[in-house]
T-cell receptor, first 114, second 118 residues
């Protein structure tokens, strides 16, 4: 069974640009989560999508947004990139409901802002 | 306030030593779930174990064991006879079962970097 897949592996952007990160969940999983792992800040919850709807978001500005497609894959968009957006962005998936289900993570996309 | 605290930032041991990684959590929910994940240098987070708040039985899986104590809000992880391949960052995480703003999110500790030397 294929795990969570993320693309691209690495992404280099400059300040002010926009970045799009992609995630395909494990087959049968309807929930997709996004986390940011920035140096010194640990793993921070960004967004949760289920059945195409945004169910919850963390304490991030609106320039972090995303969507979930009918096939349950997801995109994370970051607009007006800032230097502090440099981080590893991890996507996870789980079946719904969520509290007791482990979230299974992909390898991440490393976003570097120059 | 930090919901999950992993006080040990880095631990170094020599192969075959036992090592315990500490995790202390904080929640007002009566129903919650605790997790341990491993993050090797390649970056992906690998799920190791889930424990719900009503099950205080310790669990053993091969060289891994987990000690859950509600009285001290701790969920510690022990690796017996450590191996070089155990070198990674280990994260403890909490999920709360209420239906409010915490829904869907895992609260992670800052992680413990374990280095096992040959």
């Amino acid at each position: 069974e294929a795990g969570v897949t993320q693309s691209p592996t690495h992404l280099i952007k400059t300040r002010g640009q926009q970045a799009t990160l992609r995630c395909s969940p494990i087959s049968g999983h309807t929930s997709v989560y996004w986390y940011q792992q920035a140096l010194g800040l640990g793993l921070q919850f960004l967004l949760w999508y289920d059945e195409g709807e945004e169910r919850n978001r963390g304490n991030f500005p609106p320039r972090f947004s995303g969507r979930q497609f009918p096939n349950y894959s997801s995109e994370l968009n970051v607009n007006a990139l800032e230097l502090e957006d440099s981080a590893l962005y991890l996507c996870a998936s789980s079946p719904y409901p969520t509290e007791n289900q482990p979230q299974h993570f992909g390898d991440g996309t490393r976003l570097s802002i120059l | 306030a930090q919901k999950v605290t992993q006080a040990q930032t880095e631990i170094s041991v020599v192969e075959k030593e036992d090592v315990t990684l500490d995790c202390v959590y904080e929640t007002r929910d009566t129903t919650y779930y605790l997790f341990w994940y491993k993050q090797p240098p390649s970056g992906e987070l690998v799920f190791l174990i889930r424990r719900n708040s009503f099950d205080e039985q310790n669990e053993i899986s091969g060289r891994y064991s987990w000690n859950f104590q509600k009285s001290t809000s701790s969920f510690n992880f022990t690796i017996t006879a450590s191996q070089v391949v155990d070198s990674a960052v280990y994260f403890c995480a909490l999920s709360e079962a209420n239906r409010g703003s915490t829904l869907g999110r895992l609260y992670f500790g800052r992680g413990t970097q374990l280095t096992v030397w040959p």
